[in-house]
């Protein structure tokens, strides 16, 4: 029987689970269309300016002009594999998990332009590269405002630090459960 913890823990990981999908796809869709080269540039300029200073005053505009463009273009296919943030998903702290979630999505996002087609990308390499970004993006988060820290993402930053990303993303796309610290039960 499921203690009252586990339950909220659980209804927590539906809700955040519930936000990344309006995040990136509750936008009144426009008619999907396919992308233009300058476009998949400037989205890969986006996220890269959202990596390096995700507070700056840009940032939520430029957020939400990603969101809605790689909702919009039906030739890019960012494909998420939330269960790598369980850890961020899990954490109390709940001010940064919309910022932490959009920056994995988007980095998945430059994943697909640059490999292409979905048969094209290799899910091992593409959840690497994202947990790498949004650890990134994490770092310059706090840097200069450690207040902002989140529980889960000093989880996964230890696992990146430890070089221990690729056996981590093994694990979670194997479907091995993972508790709140990421760690096998």
């Not at 936008?27 to 995700?54: C, G, H, M, N, Y």
């Not at 979630?101 to 899910?123: L, R």
Request: aromatic letters at 6%; glycine letters at 4%; proline letters at 3%.
């Amino acid at each position: 029987m499921e203690s009252c913890e586990e339950k909220g823990d659980i209804m927590r990981t539906i809700f955040l689970a519930s936000a990344v999908i309006v995040f990136l796809g509750g936008f009144t869709r426009a008619e999907a269309r396919v992308s233009t080269a300058q476009e998949r540039q400037d989205f890969i300029k986006a996220v890269k300016l959202l990596e390096e200073d995700p507070l700056s005053d840009k940032a939520a505009t430029l957020r939400a002009w990603a969101a809605n463009w790689l909702d919009e273009c039906e030739d890019i296919e960012a494909i998420v594999t939330v269960d790598l943030l369980v850890p961020v998903l899990h954490s109390k702290e709940q001010k940064f998990q919309p910022t932490i979630v959009g920056q994995f999505a988007f980095a998945c996002g430059v994943y697909a332009i640059e490999k292409g087609k979905k048969d094209q990308q290799d899910p091992v390499e593409r959840n690497v590269r994202a947990l790498e970004s949004t650890v990134r993006m994490y770092r310059n988060l706090v840097k200069d405002h450690p207040e902002n820290k989140v529980e889960g993402m000093e989880q996964l930053v230890k696992v990146v630090d430890e070089k221990r990303v690729v056996e981590y993303v093994k694990k979670i796309l194997a479907g091995d459960p993972q508790t709140k610290d990421g760690e096998k039960k």
